[in-house]
């Protein structure tokens, strides 16, 4: 093997053959993708461009015949900062308002023959700066109902201020289950 991507393209498909002979299959972050791995393979991608590296992103993916689970973390990391201007949490990094998390839209950029094999989007809150369950509901949401609201809607039925006049009563299931959300900002919408 000549180097790392060698590397991880053998485990990959090592793993997916044993997989595909117990009737299942593979699936990870886009790094699985590189190289020469089964189509079998399903890749969760998160990375949307290049940026000097390897990168797998999900319309490469997709044109190579690998299903995707698309996780942008331009519109899904929700460990990134909100639109408050005196939040009391770390964020890792990056700016996620709502209102772009309600624009996702996993087929972006990928060609129509292949957006058969977009099989869904995910919001993820990863915990390196969650200090415990009241900072994780805090930084999940509402942005969490917005990235909902786009999968199930799709782009086509999307409408922004239709989700602003449904806010309050999401907040209300949001307060009904006991969960810990921004109540600071209106994050643009009606409280």
């Not at 942005?143 to 999401?170: H, M, Q, T, V």
Request: aromatic fraction near 14%; hydrophobic fraction near 40%.
């Amino acid at each position: 093997l000549k180097d790392e991507n060698a590397l991880q393209a053998w485990l990959t498909t090592r793993f997916a053959r044993y997989l595909e002979a117990k009737g299942r299959r593979v699936i990870g972050w886009d790094e699985i993708l590189n190289g020469d791995v089964p189509s079998s393979a399903i890749g969760m991608s998160w990375r949307t461009a290049r940026h000097g590296r390897e990168v797998m992103t999900a319309a490469e993916a997709a044109a190579r015949g690998h299903e995707v689970v698309c996780t942008p973390n331009s519109f899904c990391y929700l460990d990134y900062a909100q639109e408050l201007d005196e939040d009391p949490f770390c964020y890792i990094g990056g700016f996620l308002p709502l209102k772009r998390c309600y624009w996702f839209d996993p087929a972006a950029g990928v060609a129509e023959a292949d957006r058969h094999r977009i099989i869904g989007g995910q919001g993820n809150c990863w915990s390196e700066y969650t200090v415990n369950r009241f900072d994780l509901e805090w930084k999940t949401w509402p942005r969490a109902c917005a990235i909902a609201e786009a999968l199930w809607s799709g782009p086509e039925r999307r409408d922004w201020d239709d989700f602003r006049r449904n806010a309050p009563a999401y907040y209300a299931q949001l307060e009904q289950l006991g969960l810990s959300w921004n109540k600071e900002t209106d994050h643009g919408l009606p409280a």
